[in-house]
């Protein structure tokens, strides 16, 4: 497996974009996820040939509103580059303590294509098993 993209959560996009060395015009995609009522916004780190995934809440019942306003910015969860999720979510879940928080498909074409994803939480850890059906 290989590393997908890094999950973190914030506040506020520009105050974020900032902190990590940004500009705006580094965003390759904005999305509204409407399963998570976050937005979205992905960047390509060529040089590490992965991605980061910046999530804002959009409201008090997204999937993210309590972690931003705890941490207001944060790493939220480790995504791995995987074929196989029902394989994956038998490993994980077969294991004392971990569970599945979520699986959904979502269509980002930043990404190259549908992005069927799973999150699993494990002893504290947000894990985000990814499945990228390329165009």
Same mark, same amino acid.
């Given at each position: @497996? ?13 105050? $974020? ?32 040939? @992965? ?13 993210? $509103?309590?972690? $931003?306003?705890? =941490? ?6 480790? $995504? @791995? ?37 799973? =999150?699993?939480?494990?002893?504290? @850890?947000?894990?985000? =098993? ?6």
């Amino acid at each position: @497996m290989k590393i997908h993209h890094l999950g973190i959560v914030v506040s506020d996009i520009e105050e $974020a974009l900032v902190s990590l060395g940004l500009q705006r015009s580094d965003i390759a995609e904005e999305i509204y996820d409407e399963n998570q009522k976050n937005k979205l916004y992905f960047i390509h780190v060529p040089d590490n040939n @992965m991605w980061l995934e910046l999530v804002e809440p959009v409201d008090k019942d997204s999937t993210t $509103a309590k972690f $931003a306003k705890k =941490f207001t910015i944060g790493l939220h969860h480790l $995504a @791995m580059e995987n074929d196989d999720l029902t394989e994956v979510e038998n490993k994980y879940t077969s294991r004392v303590g971990n569970f599945v928080l979520g699986k959904y498909q979502i269509k980002v074409d930043s990404f190259g294509g549908t992005i069927n994803t799973l =999150f699993v939480a494990v002893k504290g @850890m947000i894990l985000e =098993f990814v499945k990228v059906e390329k165009k």
